[in-house]
């Protein structure tokens, strides 16, 4: 198997938690989840990226009973779909593109409600591209949409064998910001 692995994700949303429900049951979603908002209800002030999830059953994840999805003031839930076709051969209890989305965004990013993933890397180099996507319901189909949050980026690409990240938000304000740390493959 390749040492590298790219992903597209596509995320939808802003959604409720009541709406995100709804939406993952309707599309039997395996896969991803995001929260974007503050941690004190009432809070104003920039969106941050709180939590990244990966979930077989994403609508009993994002649920009301979600450990953490309930300590958020003003979130929205986007739920992610993984959009390049499965790695060939035997399958695997966490689909890789996934699972290396979910570890790279909580690794480089470090949502404030996560605890897993933070302090080890991915196993593999990996490159996560982020697009944004909401439903309108005037035209009936989907329209993109500017980033949820200005801490989450566009791109997130990670060599396992240097140890070393960079972060690239694209656009008007597009810049670069590279994430050095000796990860537990070089280690």
Known sequence: MSDNIATVVDWYGPYSKSEAVTKAREWDLKGLYAAVGHMVKGTRGP???????????VATRVGSSHHKLGTIGGGKIWLGE?????IPGRKRK??????SVEWALVRFLSPLLN?????????????VVNRWWHYNTETGDYK???RPSAGWPDIVEYDAHRGSANLIWLGK???VKPVYFMSSVNA
């Not at 605890?115 to 490159?127: E, H, T, V």
């Open 173 to 175: 304000r597009a810049r």
């Open 115 to 127: 605890q897993k993933k933070r302090s080890g890397a991915p196993d593999k180099s990996c490159i």
């Open 82 to 86: 993984v959009s390049v076709p499965a």
């Open 94 to 99: 966490t689909e890789p593109h996934a699972n």
């Open 47 to 57: 969106r941050k990226l709180l939590y990244v999830g990966l979930s077989k059953n």
């Open 144 to 146: 993109d949409l500017p």
